[in-house]
Nanobody, 125 residues
Framework: QLQLVESGGRLVQSGGSLRLSCVASGFPLDYYKIAWFRQAPGKEREGISC????????NNADSVKGRFTISTDSAKTLVYLQMNSLKPEDTAVYFC??????????????????WSQGTQVTVSS
């Protein structure tokens, strides 16, 4: 069974950059879609970026377009979220998630079967 272990969250200043990593094990990512979600206290979980494991078919939420970039490594065992121009509003627990690839790269929590433990990203002003 696919497992996702996430790391990289920390305190960062507004305007700074941060790269989150998600290590996948148990199944090739080629047959999955992988997404990043975030959840701030008292708020709903928000899908922010998705990628097809075999390549292409990316999707980003409007709130992060132009600032965040999702990618995989060449071995397709790692998923990254490069976050630039961070804002205090980006403060949240970030999760990576995966599900078998279907027809699209959705940003809805219900579509995903496997989840990381989450990592805290705090952006100070």
């Amino acid at each position: 069974q696919l497992q996702l272990v996430e790391s990289g969250g920390r305190l960062v200043q507004s305007g700074g950059s941060l790269r989150l990593s998600c290590v996948a094990s148990g199944f090739p990512l080629d047959y999955y879609k992988i997404a990043w979600f975030r959840q701030a206290p008292g708020k709903e979980r928000e899908g922010i970026s998705c990628i097809r494991g075999s390549g292409g078919s990316t999707n980003n939420a409007d709130s992060v377009k132009g600032r965040f970039t999702i990618s995989t490594d060449s071995a397709k065992t790692l998923v990254y979220l490069q976050m630039n121009s961070l804002k205090p509003e980006d403060t949240a627990v970030y999760f990576c998630a995966a599900a078998p690839w279907r027809l699209g790269c959705e940003l809805k929590s219900i579509e995903y079967d496997y989840w990381s433990q989450g990592t805290q990203v705090t952006v100070s002003s």
